[in-house]
Each structure stands twice: as structure tokens, then as C-alpha cells.
């Protein structure tokens, strides 16, 4: 993120990008993602590990979307654990997990009212944030694009997987001290606000 001057590691990003290129990944994840459903844990521990060896995490990263399941988070955190032994980059502090909480009516709203530019990829939502321009990007003109998994199907299938593989992780986290929890329903600068005053305490308190 520019305000702390780390990079942001989007797991859905690096996928739908593998999916542009047509690659063996983007082949294998993007059925998966079309339904809503996880791509397995392997495919995506092996994309992060891959992402924390680049040079820019030196300082340290937000990986957004990521850990999704308790395989994942156990995953992470023997890699970090082993990244610290070594004294490599980017393990100068502990992972902490910050979870923006919104209304599950809210989520679908988010979800199939996003767009995103084709050109610069800003993101609008036809109910919050609609275009001046009905499906043209205000900044350049270019068209906007409705993601392929952003539908009501694969977001109630996306709320399943959440329910049953992603809410153990926040157990995790949580037993360990390293969780915090923010109302993501206020604007944007509360939410924030509230971000880095719950990254602040964490580390305050030795997380």
C-alpha cells in the first residue's frame, strides 16, 4: 500500500492475471473461481511463497485475501517461522489478521455491483459508486468489466466456503493475539482509521 510504502499481494489478483495470460494455472483456477469455489491450497501456498520471494517485501507486505483456510494460515505461518530462522526479507515482524466485517446483504451488493475499468482498473459499483457514464470508466472512457465471478451464484457459493473453511482462521489467529476486527459498513476513512489503529495495538502489544 502506498501510505505505508509495501506492496499489496492480492491473491485473486495474481490469479486473474494467470487466467489473462492463459496459463496451466489460470487454466486450472479459473473454473473454480467461475463457481465460487477455492482454488486447493498448494496451488495458492506455492503462488505466495513464490510473490515473498521478490525483492519489494523487503519491508514488509499486505497480502489481501489471503490465508482463506486453516491450511493456509498453518502454511504461512511455518513459512514465516522458517523466513525468520534465516534471517531473509520481509520477516522483520510477525503476520498479523485484520478482518472487515460487513453485512452479508452489503457483500452481494459489493460483489455483483462491482466494475472495473478495463484500462486503469478503477473500481466503480453500480449501486454505491456508479459511473457518470453507464459501463465507460470516468477517467479514461474505456469500458468497464463485470467480472465472470462476480455473480449471486458464485457468491453464495463463495459465503459456503467462507463459513466452512475460511472462519476457522480467524480461531487461529485469534487464540494467538494477532486478530483484530473492523465494522467495514462505515465510509471509507472510518474504516481506515480503524485499520491502522487495530494494526497499531497489535504491535503495541507484541504481536
Not at 101 to 111: A, F, M, P, T
Amino acid at each position: 500500500m502506498a501510505d505505508f510504502g509495501i506492496p499489496q499481494i492480492s491473491t485473486g489478483d495474481i490469479l486473474r492475471d494467470n487466467i489473462a495470460r492463459g496459463t496451466d494455472l489460470g487454466k486450472a483456477a479459473k473454473g473454480l473461481m467461475d463457481q465460487g469455489q477455492l482454488v486447493p491450497d498448494a496451488i495458492v501456498n506455492d503462488m505466495v511463497g513464490a510473490r515473498l520471494l521478490q525483492p519489494d517485501v523487503e519491508n514488509g507486505y499486505i497480502l489481501d485475501g489471503y490465508p482463506r483456510t486453516l491450511g493456509q494460515a498453518e502454511w504461512l505461518d511455518a513459512h514465516l517461522s522458517s523466513t525468520a530462522a534465516e534471517h531473509k526479507a520481509g520477516a522483520a515482524h510477525p503476520l498479523v489478521a485484520i478482518n472487515i466485517r460487513v453485512d452479508e446483504h452489503e457483500l452481494l451488493r459489493r460483489i455483483t455491483g462491482r466494475r472495473i475499468c478495463s484500462a486503469c482498473k478503477h473500481i466503480y459499483n453500480v449501486y454505491s459508486k456508479p459511473p457518470k457514464r453507464e459501463g465507460l470508466c470516468d477517467f479514461d472512457g474505456s469500458p468497464l468489466q463485470h467480472r465472470s465471478d462476480d455473480t449471486e451464484a458464485a457468491f453464495t457459493e463463495r459465503m459456503k466456503a467462507y463459513n466452512s473453511l475460511t472462519a476457522p482462521v480467524i480461531e487461529h489467529y485469534s487464540r494467538q493475539g494477532r486478530f483484530r476486527e473492523v465494522d467495514g459498513a462505515q465510509a471509507v476513512e472510518q474504516v481506515t482509521s480503524a485499520i491502522e489503529s487495530g494494526l497499531k495495538q497489535l504491535r503495541q502489544a507484541g504481536a
